[in-house]
């Protein structure tokens, strides 16, 4: 009786003890585990995640050479007045209004065209679609960028044999946004036509069997049964979609730098701009969370709004 009250003194919380070592014991049974995950996550942690809290952190400073000055939210209330970052987010958001609902509708129909070739096509077609995505950014901007030139360039070209032109595709205010949403519109999306080949694949076939006891045509079996069980590939694409188009950087910059009169100027080229060029950091980092808070918004919108418990 007396060992027992002695013990319940020395350890008033035995369970407890008793669950952190287990814990631990399990840990040190697992741990070839976290040696192996240990140099990528030290690699997010030194890349990723030290340089946003760093970044969050400058957000609320003002750079200097002899050291930051703090100045609260000054920099949020300039970005919100700044008439240059206004006209920066109308472009982005009218290239996203734009190429986010083109591109996961054009990925939806090629995939269903392609659903219905044999094994064999169907590979041949995501390799063909897949494969100039791999190619740089920067190339394909750079070759985009010959095909608009107003002296020799090939839509000038074309259009010069037809009586018209030659036209200002890039040096325009008129037209050089569309311009670069052009280029976009005729890349085909073949990353996201896979994932909804795959998505596709994983439709049990009994549905459509079923589709076609009831009479259904092509079109009704795509648009009844096809389209409900896409939705959560539709969303992932949507999602992913909405980031990359409101972090276009690399046409702007090698196509237009910006320009005409901030015509092409982007959220991301102005955050680049006013960081490297200005070196405004802290501004800069302003910019930057404003970006991801708009960002973070829609993606919960989407997710709200287009979330599903469809399992198959």
């Known amino acids: 009786m007396v060992d027992g009250l002695a013990r319940i003194k020395q350890d008033p919380e035995p369970h407890k003890t008793n669950k952190v070592r287990s814990v631990l014991k399990l840990l040190y049974k697992k741990r070839w585990a976290y040696y192996f995950i240990a140099p990528a996550t030290i690699l997010f942690c030194i890349f990723t995640v030290i340089p946003v809290i760093r970044s969050f952190i400058l957000a609320f400073q003002e750079f200097r050479l002899m050291g930051n000055v703090w100045v609260g939210l000054d920099n949020f209330k300039y970005v919100l007045t700044d008439p240059v970052f206004h006209k920066a987010m109308r472009n982005t958001a009218l290239y996203t209004v734009i190429m986010v609902p083109q591109g996961v509708l054009k990925a939806l129909v090629l995939a269903s065209i392609l659903r219905n070739l044999p094994e064999a096509m169907q590979t041949f077609f995501r390799g063909a679609y897949y494969l100039p995505g791999v190619a740089s950014a920067v190339v394909i901007s750079m070759v985009w960028k010959w095909i608009y030139d107003p002296n020799f360039g090939l839509f000038n070209l074309i259009l010069g044999k037809f009586g018209f032109g030659p036209y200002p595709w890039l040096t325009s205010p008129k037209t050089s946004l569309t311009s670069i949403m052009l280029m976009g519109i005729l890349t085909a999306p073949g990353y996201y036509i896979i994932l909804y080949l795959a998505a596709m694949k994983k439709i049990p076939r ?35 979609s909405i980031i990359g188009s409101f972090q276009i950087f690399t046409s702007a910059y090698v196509m237009t730098q910006g320009g005409p009169g901030y015509s092409t100027m982007t959220v991301v080229y102005l955050i680049y701009n006013t960081a490297f060029r200005d070196f405004e950091f802290g501004l800069a980092s302003a910019q930057a969370i404003v970006l991801a808070a708009i960002i973070v918004f829609i993606s919960i919108f989407n997710f709200r709004a287009f979330s599903t418990d469809v399992q198959y």
Not at 210 to 226: C, H, L, Q, R
């Open 206 to 240: 009994e549905l459509y069997e079923v589709a076609d006891i009831d009479g259904a045509t092509p079109f009704s079996k795509w648009w009844n049964v096809t389209l409900p069980l896409l939705k959560p590939t539709t969303l992932y694409i949507t999602i992913t």
